[in-house]
T-cell receptor
Framework: AQTVTQSQPEMSVQEAETVTLSCTYDTSESDYYLFWYKQPPSRQMILVIRQEAYKQQNATENRFSVNFQKAAKSFSLKISDSQLGDAAMYFCAYRYNAGNMLTFGGGTRLMVKP | DAGVIQSPRHEVTEMGQEVTLRCKPISGHDYLFWYRQTMMRGLELLIYFNNNVPIDDSGMPEDRFSAKMPNASFSTLKIQPSEPRDSAVYFC????????????FGAGSRLTVL
């Protein structure tokens, strides 16, 4: 069974600084998909970024980028120029393919200090 | 598209009562997922459907929980009888197999069982 681990329950960052959230996963598959979701206090789950395992290039979405290390089964999220609105729970997630469920890590609570 | 629509947003009920949560997926999506979120257990999959057919219900905690998808635009999650330990946020999500394997989540239904 696939597992996703987020080892940092809480992180804090100063506004405008950069922060990296860690995620590791376990799978025996070679093709799969990885995601970071953001959950603000409104509790809405919002997709931040996704990565296809067959792509070597790290995904980037504006201030958000990932460091995908397939051999190490590591998938970290880097947030640059942190903003107050980035404060939220962040969940790393794994999906084998379209026919399967999304498996979540335990989440990291990010606090942004003004 | 209005996104995934869930109702009610909040439900407070007494132990022993029947609870029905509702979900309308994004039109054209052929996968529908029900997740439960608690502080203790995080985000856990309860059940998911493909083309209205239940594929995996191994996450349904016990016989008190049941889910149906009578058509492509509607699903229900029912708890009967409800217990205080069922208090949680219940999320519905949908996805399209040809898409980017992204699950789009509803806003969630917060259930409190007294």
């Amino acid at each position: 069974a696939q597992t996703v681990t987020q080892s940092q329950p809480e992180m804090s960052v100063q506004e405008a600084e950069t922060v990296t959230l860690s995620c590791t996963y376990d799978t025996s598959e070679s093709d799969y998909y990885l995601f970071w979701y953001k959950q603000p206090p409104s509790r809405q789950m919002i997709l931040v970024i996704r990565q296809e395992a067959y792509k070597q290039q790290n995904a980037t979405e504006n201030r958000f980028s990932v460091n995908f290390q397939k051999a190490a089964k590591s998938f970290s999220l880097k947030i640059s120029d942190s903003q107050l609105g980035d404060a939220a729970m962040y969940f790393c997630a794994y999906r084998y393919n379209a026919g399967n469920m999304l498996t979540f890590g335990g989440g990291t609570r990010l606090m942004v200090k003004p | 598209d209005a996104g995934v629509i869930q109702s009610p947003r909040h439900e407070v009920t007494e132990m022993g009562q029947e609870v029905t949560l509702r979900c309308k997926p994004i039109s054209g999506h052929d996968y529908l997922f029900w997740y439960r979120q608690t502080m203790m257990r995080g985000l856990e999959l309860l059940i998911y459907f493909n083309n209205n057919v239940p594929i995996d219900d191994s996450g349904m905690p016990e016989d008190r929980f049941s889910a149906k998808m009578p058509n492509a635009s509607f699903s229900t999650l029912k708890i009967q009888p409800s217990e205080p330990r069922d208090s949680a946020v219940y999320f519905c999500a949908s996805s399209f197999w040809r898409g980017a394997n992204v699950l789009t989540f509803g806003a969630g239904s917060r259930l409190t069982v007294l």
